[in-house]
């Protein structure tokens, strides 16, 4: 906005302030209401301007986008993540092709250490979008997590794969980059090829903290211990 920038931390006296009681029902739509909507034909509306509405479609763009707003909410309150595998449940029953729901809800349940569970949405991801490097990377991870060798060593490679042929369409996307090192230096493999991906990766996004982060993994991999911790 223009605005000048500043590092001074803001300072406010402490108040005895109490938060008074409200009750948005009458003035908000919420879940299960929107659902009964829907599933009666009922049209979504989006304002325009005031007084103006243009009808909404459930269209596989909005889903994708619903996909993604239900993973950011379970990420920010993770204590609520039932609901959030139920609201992904109901995205899936309105598009079962939908790979965002499958994928996130993997993502879950990975980052919660259930693996056999983010194993089998990592699958039904990757069926539902069989050309993404994402899910075949972290199923690899779920299954070496449980002991799986074989079946992870052969989805790593899998990965290798699929991202080699989305980097050839897409050459500036650091995530198949530093996902397609991550799966070499697991099977201690190309070692070489891993660094040189890796940080292919670092050159583009240098202060990215998701390359950070994945591009000092494989140097853990790799046994470069001081350059990780770099």
Not at 86 to 93: G, S
Not at 219 to 230: H, R, S, V
């Amino acid at each position: 906005e223009g605005r000048e920038l500043t590092r001074e931390v803001p300072s406010y006296p402490a108040s005895d302030y109490t938060a008074q009681p409200r009750n948005d029902a009458p003035i908000r739509a919420f879940r299960d209401e929107v659902l009964q909507h829907i599933e009666g034909g009922k049209p979504l509306l989006l304002p325009l301007e005031k007084g103006q509405y243009t009808e909404l479609e459930i269209s596989a763009d909005g889903l994708r986008r619903l996909a993604r707003l239900i993973n950011a909410k379970a990420v920010a309150d993770p204590l609520r993540y039932d609901e959030a595998v139920e609201q992904f449940e109901e995205a899936i029953r309105l598009d079962p092709k939908l790979f965002e729901a499958y994928y996130f809800r993997a993502r879950g349940h990975y980052a919660r250490g259930e693996l056999e569970a983010a194993v089998e949405w990592f699958r039904r991801a990757h069926e539902a979008r069989p050309e993404d490097y994402q899910s075949p990377c972290l199923l690899a991870s779920s299954l070496d997590g449980l002991g799986r060798a074989e079946e992870s060593a052969d989805t790593y490679r899998a990965t290798v794969q699929l991202a080699a042929k989305h980097l050839e369409l897409h050459p500036g996307d650091t995530r198949a980059l530093y996902f397609s090192a991550i799966s070499l230096a697991q099977l201690g493999e190309e070692l070489d090829r891993s660094r040189e991906l890796a940080e292919r990766a670092l050159a583009m996004d240098p202060d990215e903290p998701q390359v950070l982060y994945n591009v000092a993994c494989v140097y853990a991999l790799l046994g470069e211990a001081d350059a990780a911790i770099d």
